[in-house]
């Protein structure tokens, strides 16, 4: 069992940054695709970044491309979703997700494709 656990989340203003991390216990996130989904009040959980299982591919949807980068840290066990340029719109709980049961270089956006789940953090960007 792989348990997942997000943080900084916070609240910042409009145009400002946060750096979200997910940490694995007892484990290297080594050969799992990972994601970050986020989902807001009274709307479906959405994709909003991943990187392969290979570690070769990274996908973005379009309304953080350019703004948010999802990256990793095998040697810290973590994986990173640096945010700039924060909207109001991007408010939401932000969950982490990882996925170990293929090697591929695609990259996971849907939420039946992830195995284990973070418990969220929450990102409120005031305007």
């Known amino acids: 069992q792989v348990q997942l656990v997000e943080s900084g989340g916070g609240l910042v203003q409009a145009g400002g940054s946060l750096r979200l991390s997910c940490a694995a216990s007892g484990r290297t996130f080594s050969s799992y695709a990972m994601g970050w989904f986020r989902q807001a009040p009274g709307k479906e959980r959405e994709f909003v970044a991943g990187i392969s299982s290979s570690g070769t591919k990274t996908y973005y949807a379009d309304s953080v491309k350019g703004r948010f980068t999802i990256s990793g840290d095998d040697a810290k066990s973590t994986n990173n979703l640096q945010m700039n340029s924060l909207k109001p719109e991007d408010t939401a709980v932000y969950y982490c997700?990882?996925?170990?049961?293929?090697?591929?270089?695609?990259?996971?956006?849907?939420?039946?494709?992830?195995?284990?789940w973070g418990q969220g953090t929450q990102v409120t960007v005031s305007s």
């Open positions: 997700a990882a996925d170990r049961r293929r090697l591929t270089s695609t990259v996971l956006t849907t939420t039946p494709e992830y195995e284990y």
